[in-house]
């Protein structure tokens, strides 16, 4: 029994052109390069991280901050309010002073808008009034606003005036 065998054509081998090997010098460049842009890749990536843990920081406390704001609004009410001067709320405005002095020093800063015009990036229009004031100025803060860092935390709420009415 004969077994029918086939064999490929063996084609002649084609001769590849020799790559040119790079020289020590010219290997120690590369890497050399390969290196230095993988460290300014690493430094630009430490300067965006440390931005970013810094801007959390920064704006992590403006969550507690807005929870502690109505408690400065009542603060606020309350010295108001009282129209004695006793012991007391001589003791209760040291507390607010206090209080505020510290939040104050974390970012917070009121939003001023009496007697401005009215902006929709810092106020919010609760009540339109007849004035003889220019329109869209505001004439009483309903609510104070606050910033923490150049960021709005609370909008002022705001009265402002729509003009006179005309005859």
């Known amino acids: 029994m004969e077994k029918n ?4 054509e063996k084609k002649p081998k084609e001769k590849k052109p020799k790559e ?20 300014a890749e690493f430094e630009n990536y430490k ?5 970013e843990k810094e801007q959390f920081v920064k704006y992590a406390k403006a969550e507690v901050i807005e ?17 004695q001067e006793t012991e007391f709320s001589r003791g209760m405005d040291m507390v607010y ?11 917070l800063r009121p ?7 009215f902006d929709h990036n810092y106020h919010e229009v609760m009540l339109k009034q007849e004035s003889d004031k220019e329109e869209d ?3 009483e803060e309903l609510q104070k606003g606050y910033m923490i860092n150049n960021k709005i935390l609370r909008h002022t709420k705001v009265k402002i005036s729509q003009g006179k009415k005309r005859r």
Do not use: M, W, Y
Request: avoid cysteine; charge should be positive.
């Open 20 to 39: 040119k090997k790079p020289t020590d010098k010219e290997r120690i460049g590369e890497l050399t390069d390969s290196i230095q842009r993988l460290q």
């Open 97 to 107: 002073s206090q209080l505020f002095s510290a939040l104050e020093k974390e970012g």
């Open 67 to 83: 929870k502690i704001l109505s408690v400065i609004d009542t603060f606020e009410i309350a010295l108001k309010a009282n129209k």
């Open 47 to 51: 300067k965006r991280v440390d931005k």
């Open 137 to 139: 100025t505001i004439l």
């Open 5 to 8: 065998k086939k064999h490929p």
């Open 111 to 117: 939003i001023e808008s009496l007697g401005k015009k």
